[in-house]
């Protein structure tokens, strides 16, 4: 997909977080995706980047979705921004980081027609709905809901 493409249509980073559970990301809330090397089985609690020491939140610390991308010696983490920051009245955090777990991250041009309604509950943690997308379940995350543990812990 030409960048071009990518400006001009809806879309967004599609992000897989833990065994069973991808995500499905608009472009603003992703600040960056970072490889950090030599990472070990599990992701770090924190990371530092860009001079913030940011909290790792891991969604899948139990399952056995591989964290460490053989291909690249190196562990991929998903930097998030917060929906609000240092402005709020609330001291909160501005970005965290989600480890990215199983295949790469991807960038798509959504075709939001071609989306299938689940008629199964949710049962990730922190989504807010679900739907099929090019065979694959994805879902929407509550990224206010991840915020506010942050910012509560």
């Not at 777990?101 to 960038?107: C, D, Y």
Request: net charge negative.
């Amino acid at each position: 997909m030409k960048d071009s493409e990518v400006a001009s249509s809806p879309g967004g980073v599609v992000l897989p977080v833990s065994e069973k559970d991808t995500w499905l990301l608009p472009f603003n809330t992703v600040a960056e995706i970072v490889a950090v090397p030599n990472a070990g089985a599990n992701p770090p609690d924190s990371y530092e980047w860009r001079g913030m020491n940011l909290i790792v939140i891991d969604l899948d610390r139990k399952s056995h979705a591989p964290w460490n991308q053989k291909q690249l010696n190196a562990g991929l983490l998903a930097i998030i921004v917060c929906l609000r920051g240092d402005d709020d009245a609330v001291e909160s955090t501005t970005h965290y980081a989600i480890p990215v777990r199983g295949q790469p991250a991807q960038i798509k041009s959504i075709d939001f027609d071609s989306f299938t309604p689940c008629d199964e509950s949710v049962e990730s943690e922190y989504a807010l709905s679900s739907f099929m997308m090019d065979g694959a379940l994805c879902h929407i995350p509550d990224l206010m809901s991840i915020q506010d543990a942050i910012d509560g812990a």
